[in-house]
């Protein structure tokens, strides 16, 4: 079974700096999507980015970008020019079909 | 607004209980997905549904049962409710061409079984 594993419960971010979140999973499998959602407050779950396991490049939406780590089963997210906006829970997911998502890490921005 | 719609927003219930969530996906998707978000078991897979038919199974209880209609909307029943059914319940779709396994969720019903 899959596994994603997210080792920072929370952490915190001054406005306009850049943070990383990170994330690690396990599978057998070659060919898979990996995802990063965000649960503000409000408690919607919002799709911020998306990576194909086939695709070497990064993926890059604005000011999120990821590092993918295929061989060492890694995938992190980075925030750049953090905004207060971008408090929230943020989820780390496996998948095709269903999602597995990780245990989540809190995000602080502090102005 | 992700287009994916979920009625109620919230839902106060008793044990013992049984409660029909709704969900209608994106224009277009075919695919329905239920997730349960609890304190103690954190995001968890349910059931997935495509054009009308079970697709994938997670951890689903045998009390909980869901279903998608010709229109694609798709309903959630849960019943013989228990104190630790409590949980935020998403729905999501996906299905366009190029983005097959994006999932886009809905609001959420929050369920409450006192």
């Known amino acids: 079974a899959q596994t994603v594993t997210q080792s920072q419960p929370e952490m915190s971010v001054q406005e306009a700096e850049t943070v990383t979140l990170s994330c690690t999973y396990d599978t057998s499998e070659s060919d898979y999507y990996l995802f990063w959602y965000k649960q503000p407050p409000s408690r919607q779950m919002i799709l911020v980015i998306r990576?194909?396991?086939?695709?070497?490049q990064n993926a890059t939406e604005n000011r999120f970008s990821v590092n993918f780590q295929k061989a060492a089963k890694s995938f992190s997210l980075k925030i750049s020019d953090s905004q207060l906006g971008d408090a929230a829970m943020y989820f780390c997911a496996y998948g095709g079909s269903r999602l597995t998502f990780g245990e989540g890490t809190q995000l602080t921005v502090n102005p | 607004d992700s287009g994916v719609t979920q009625t109620p927003k919230h839902l106060i219930t008793a044990t013992g209980q049984r409660v029909t969530l709704r969900c209608s996906p994106r224009?277009?998707?075919?695919?329905v997905y239920w997730y349960q978000q609890s304190l103690d078991q954190g995001l968890q897979f349910l059931i997935q549904?495509?054009?009308?038919?079970?697709?994938a199974k997670g951890n689903i209880l045998e009390r909980f049962s869901a279903q998608q209609f010709p229109d694609l909307h798709s309903e959630l029943n849960l019943s013989s409710l228990e104190l630790g059914d409590s949980a935020l319940y998403f729905c999501a779709s996906s299905g366009g061409t190029l983005a097959e396994y994006e999932q886009y969720f809905g609001p959420g019903t929050r369920l409450t079984v006192t």
């Open positions: 549904y495509y054009n009308g038919e079970e697709r």
């Open positions: 990576q194909e396991a086939y695709k070497q």
């Open positions: 224009s277009g998707d075919l695919s």
